[in-house]
């Protein structure tokens, strides 16, 4: 979106700026006089007025709208309400009386992202950086290698403030000012639906329907999308709820139910799905999953984004699903992603948010027992855990940091947490949890292909979920026990009683295994050891073949390793033309 003042050189610029993306194949829709819009991916979003704002992306209306009770000087209060009357995946734009764009406000699901700046007497907000726009701009933007730093240890900075000083970033469930003096206003927080669900109370009928409810709410909205669409089923409970709440309404839109296999025993999900077809009368279609070498052509080529391409890694499973969904004519995939955190994994610390809520009365529920046999404790390590809590902040999730110098500072805590006081250690870990989540909406090969869905990342899912506590989320002492229960009459017996899922490991093991002559330079050679991000000594030990057999970290290699492109990729852009 470009916004302008009325300054020729403004105008000039704004011009030659819409005839370059309509050159490169964008939709442009011009707002008002002074502002123009630019859309393009495989399905170009629409726009919805609403009150003064412009709703740019997918909107919907809320099934059952709970409106927040707001104060009279309250200037955000149309704001809240809004939020509480739409859900989707939407970027909101302002505009003052001139014309010009005022304010932006972001979806509270962070689905698509957005940044702003100006530049030569323009005002800029996008979801990304094309080629086109940075070679015409040359914005005098650098990556700030502090950020980054932080970013790589702290998995919950990434979708705080972005790793490059010059661009605004707008934080999900924000309005954003434009004006320098103005500060960000956070109209939604997780933390009051936390606490609002903890003052309403729940049985665990009223927790299971509004679950239900939920998640039929936000796929049957994000099924509407596309006219054609498939559905991953890999096996395991979340994917298995999404599908079996895509067959209550949508069945007829699904052209394709798609399973990726292993080549392991423990990769191989087609018992479970089998069951899943067999209950719900689908026919999915098993394929064998992509697999292939690391190349440093892979990992520049998902580099090109805001933030590094940590959810682009699977390049050669993205590749593979884009050609077999492009083929048989989806428009869209969508996926359980999301569930292991939302749903709420059964952990001793929901004993410490049952004990914090009950005292000793936590000792009186019958999931007690059941929930210190599955975490493998005895009821007395639960309640002694839980006892040392006194209601600190609960602990944030950090990266195994055998990769990292001992140097590399934490990130600020983000701001869902900052309140994390009030909360169980559970609770905290959830919301935890949806932060991560947002970094699932990161692009992929897969989605500049197709538009990759997650229902179990939409908003009706994360507020009834984040309302809920945690010790119900777990109902029966069990790893997502409400859902379990909740979708019970929907999905055969073995996948609602399946202990564990499939584990891919091995496979990603032994790729990088296969890859350490492309790894071991990138990374030893590369910009993150220059800056001292990396401990290359560390390196050097880690990336070996004797060293990854018995103790990894594969996940932390990878995540390096993208880090590592995202810098070599942005320094070439924004050095371009210097």
């Given amino acids: 979106m470009v916004s302008r003042d009325r300054d020729p050189a403004a105008t000039a610029l704004s011009n030659h700026l819409r005839h370059l993306a309509r050159s490169n194949g964008l939709a442009v829709t011009e707002l008002n006089p002074c502002v123009w819009l630019a859309v393009g991916g495989p399905r170009a979003p629409s726009t919805l007025a609403v009150g003064p704002w412009t709703l740019i992306g997918d909107v919907f209306n809320r099934v059952s709208p709970d409106l927040p009770v707001t104060r009279d000087d309250d200037p955000h209060a149309y704001e809240r309400k809004l939020l509480a009357r739409f859900w989707g995946r939407f970027i909101g734009v302002r505009c003052s009386g001139a014309g010009a764009v005022s304010h932006l406000l972001r979806d509270p699901s962070g689905a698509l992202?957005?940044?702003?700046?100006?530049?030569?007497?323009?005002?800029?907000?996008?979801?990304?950086?094309?080629?086109?726009?940075?070679?015409?701009?040359?914005?005098?933007?650098?990556i700030n290698f502090h950020r980054l730093a932080a970013a790589l240890r702290d998995p919950l900075s990434a979708p705080g403030d972005l790793p490059?000083?010059?661009p605004l970033e707008v934080y999900p469930g924000t309005v954003q000012p434009l004006s320098p003096e103005s500060p960000a206003v956070e109209i939604w927080r997780p933390v009051e639906l936390a606490l609002g669900g903890r003052r309403r109370g729940f049985d665990s009928e009223a927790a299971a329907a509004l679950l239900r409810s939920a998640v039929d709410e936000t796929v049957h909205g994000l099924a509407s999308i596309a006219p054609s669409l498939a559905a991953e089923v890999s096996g395991g409970l979340d994917s298995s709820i999404v599908a079996s709440s895509l067959?209550?309404?949508d069945r007829d839109r699904v052209k394709l139910w798609l399973n990726a296999q292993g080549p392991t025993p423990e990769s191989d999900e087609r018992f479970w799905v089998t069951a899943l077809a067999d209950r719900l009368g689908i026919s999915p279609h098993s394929v064998p999953l992509a697999d292939g070498l690391i190349t440093e052509a892979a990992l520049e080529r998902i580099s090109g984004d805001l933030r590094p391409g940590t959810n682009a890694l699977d390049v050669h499973h993205d590749l593979d699903w884009a050609r077999r969904l492009t083929e048989a004519d989806c428009g869209a995939v969508m996926t359980g992603k999301g569930g292991d955190s939302v749903l709420v994994p059964a952990t001793p610390d929901v004993f410490t948010d049952l004990w914090l809520a009950k005292g000793f009365r936590a000792l009186l529920s019958p999931d007690v027992p059941r929930l210190a046999a599955a975490t493998e404790v005895s009821v007395w390590t639960l309640v002694r855990s839980a006892r040392r809590h006194h209601l600190a902040p609960g602990p944030i999730p950090r990266r195994d940091p055998a990769l990292l110098a001992a140097a590399n500072p934490d990130g600020p805590t983000h701001p869902w947490l900052a309140d994390r006081a009030a909360l169980g250690p559970a609770k905290t870990l959830q919301i935890a949890g949806v932060i991560d989540n947002m970094t699932r909406h990161a692009p992929s090969l897969q989605s500049e292909a197709v538009e990759v869905l997650h229902p179990l990342c939409s908003l009706p899912v994360i507020e009834a979920c984040l309302a809920i506590p945690a010790p119900l989320m777990t109902l029966g002492g069990r790893d997502r026990g409400l859902a379990r229960h909740a979708f019970?009459?929907?999905?055969?017996?073995?996948?609602?009683?399946?202990?564990?899922?499939?584990?891919?490991?091995?496979?990603?093991?032994?790729?990088?295994l296969k890859s350490l002559n492309v790894l071991r330079?990138?990374?030893?050679?590369?910009?993150?050891?220059?800056?001292?991000?990396?401990?290359?000594?560390?390196?050097?030990?880690?990336l070996t073949r004797e060293s990854l057999t018995w103790r990894g970290p594969y996940a932390e290699i990878m995540i390096a390793a993208a880090f590592e492109g995202w810098v070599r990729v942005w320094e070439r852009r924004l050095s371009a033309g210097d």
């Fill in 164 to 166: 490059l000083d010059g």
């Fill in 113 to 142: 992202p957005c940044i702003a700046w100006t530049q030569h007497g323009l005002t800029l907000a996008a979801s990304g950086m094309p080629d086109w726009l940075m070679q015409s701009l040359r914005p005098p933007w650098q």
């Fill in 521 to 542: 330079p990138w990374l030893l050679d590369g910009r993150l050891a220059a800056e001292g991000i990396l401990d290359r000594a560390a390196v050097d030990a880690r």
């Fill in 488 to 512: 019970a009459d929907r999905l055969p017996d073995v996948i609602t009683q399946r202990p564990s899922k499939g584990d891919l490991t091995w496979i990603y093991g032994r790729r990088i």
């Fill in 247 to 249: 067959v209550q309404r």
